[in-house]
């Protein structure tokens, strides 16, 4: 029996997956991002970590035909990164690291959310379809896409970057990618509770909102849930530049599906039923017969699963 390796970095763990050659996953585990001293140690606690799963299985290394790893930042068709901030690494081929140091083995490297988007299509929501657009809603607002079985990665590593697609020219206040109107700035857990208090300062009208300090998202989408006419007003808002900013993607690459993941996706289908209906509103030129919205299916699984794709 052979044996591939799903690594997904985050800032603060290290998730792996040990799968066999037919896609199986049969382990996996989790380790502390040590990002201290740029990064120093994060590669040689994952080769480290992945000696001693092995070894605690009973799998030699040499039945390990490779392993994919997801990195939390732009990376370049031949694997090279320029800097992740959230890791504190910088100029680095990381795959070339993590293979000395686990003798030669074949390391395949690409974008995060790419690789979870590479995982949903594979045995997630878009499973038995070809192409997918995933779409994270957390903090931020990550994407990846896959053409055709294939990642987008892009010329400079910033293909699927859909959160940072500018929705709003005349927007005065900053993302934190320097730009200004990107989408991230409405449709994250962050934009989402920021759209709700710009519409409650505007407007007199009665909101279970005002009784909250600090609003979050699930505020925002538990209220709209339960009949709040400003909530729901404002999670309009929000999904309606998200639907927009899918019509756009999808006139570029015209993906099979979408698949909405991420913390605010816990809303559930009157999420994503708001979401269809406004990609429904703008998206005129291509028509299914099926919906084009769903919701992800492996959480915070769908980047080792990817990642494992990568190699198989």
Same mark, same amino acid.
């Given at each position: 029996?052979?044996?591939?390796?799903?690594?997904?970095?985050?800032?603060?763990?290290?998730?792996?997956?040990?799968?066999?050659?037919?896609?199986?996953?049969?382990?996996?585990?989790?380790?502390?991002?040590?990002?201290?001293?740029?990064?120093?140690?994060?590669?040689?606690?994952?080769?480290?970590?992945?000696?001693?799963? @092995?070894?605690?299985?009973?799998?030699?290394? !040499?039945?390990?035909?490779?392993?994919?790893?997801?990195?939390?930042?732009?990376?370049? /068709?031949?694997?090279?990164?320029?800097?992740?901030?959230?890791?504190?690494?910088?100029?680095?081929?990381?795959?070339?690291?993590?293979?000395?140091?686990?003798?030669? &083995?074949?390391?395949?490297?690409?974008?995060? /959310?790419?690789?979870?988007?590479?995982?949903?299509?594979?045995?997630?929501?878009?499973?038995?379809?070809?192409?997918?657009? &995933?779409?994270?809603?957390?903090?931020?607002?990550?994407?990846?896409?896959?053409? #055709?079985?294939?990642?987008?990665?892009?010329?400079?590593?910033?293909?699927?970057?859909?959160?940072?697609?500018?929705? #709003?020219? &005349?927007?005065?206040?900053? +993302?934190? +990618?320097?730009?200004?109107? +990107?989408?991230?700035?409405?449709?994250?857990?962050?934009?989402?509770?920021?759209?709700?208090?710009?519409?409650?300062? !505007?407007?007199?009208?009665?909101?279970?909102?005002?009784?909250?300090?600090?609003?979050? /998202?699930?505020?925002? +989408?538990? @209220? /709209?849930?339960?009949?709040?006419?400003?909530?729901?007003? !404002?999670?309009?808002?929000?999904?309606? @530049?998200?639907?927009?900013?899918?019509?756009?993607? !999808?006139?570029?690459?015209?993906?099979?599906?979408?698949?909405?993941?991420?913390?605010?996706?816990?809303?559930?289908?009157?999420?994503?039923? &708001?979401?269809?209906?406004?990609?429904?509103?703008?998206?005129?030129?291509?028509?299914?017969?099926?919906?084009?919205?769903?919701?992800?299916?492996?959480?915070?699984?769908?980047?080792?699963?990817?990642?494992?794709?990568?190699?198989?």
């Amino acid at each position: 029996m052979k044996y591939c390796i799903g690594i997904d970095i985050g800032g603060t763990t290290i998730k792996h997956g040990i799968f066999t050659e037919n896609g199986e996953l049969i382990n996996k585990y989790e380790l502390p991002t040590r990002c201290g001293e740029n990064g120093k140690y994060i590669f040689s606690d994952i080769a480290d970590g992945i000696r001693a799963k @092995l070894a605690e299985l009973q799998i030699e290394l !040499s039945d390990v035909i490779g392993a994919g790893m997801g990195i939390p930042g732009p990376v370049l /068709a031949d694997g090279y990164v320029n800097v992740c901030v959230n890791l504190g690494i910088s100029s680095i081929y990381p795959g070339q690291e993590l293979s000395r140091l686990l003798d030669g &083995m074949e390391v395949k490297v690409s974008n995060d /959310a790419n690789v979870a988007a590479l995982g949903e299509l594979w045995q997630g929501a878009g499973k038995g379809k070809s192409s997918v657009c &995933m779409v994270t809603l957390g903090t931020g607002v990550g994407g990846g896409i896959v053409i #055709n079985g294939k990642i987008v990665d892009g010329a400079l590593g910033a293909g699927g970057e859909i959160g940072h697609i500018c929705m #709003n020219p &005349m927007e005065e206040e900053s +993302c934190n +990618c320097g730009g200004k109107g +990107c989408l991230e700035q409405y449709a994250s857990a962050t934009g989402i509770a920021r759209v709700a208090r710009r519409m409650l300062a !505007s407007s007199g009208q009665d909101s279970e909102l005002r009784k909250f300090e600090n609003i979050t /998202a699930k505020d925002v +989408c538990d @209220l /709209a849930k339960s009949g709040d006419e400003l909530a729901y007003a !404002s999670l309009r808002k929000s999904m309606n @530049l998200l639907g927009l900013a899918l019509q756009h993607v !999808s006139m570029c690459v015209d993906p099979e599906v979408f698949v909405i993941g991420g913390g605010v996706s816990k809303a559930g289908e009157f999420l994503t039923d &708001m979401i269809e209906e406004e990609f429904v509103r703008y998206n005129k030129l291509t028509k299914t017969d099926y919906r084009r919205v769903l919701l992800a299916k492996l959480g915070n699984d769908a980047g080792i699963y990817g990642c494992a794709k990568m190699v198989l």
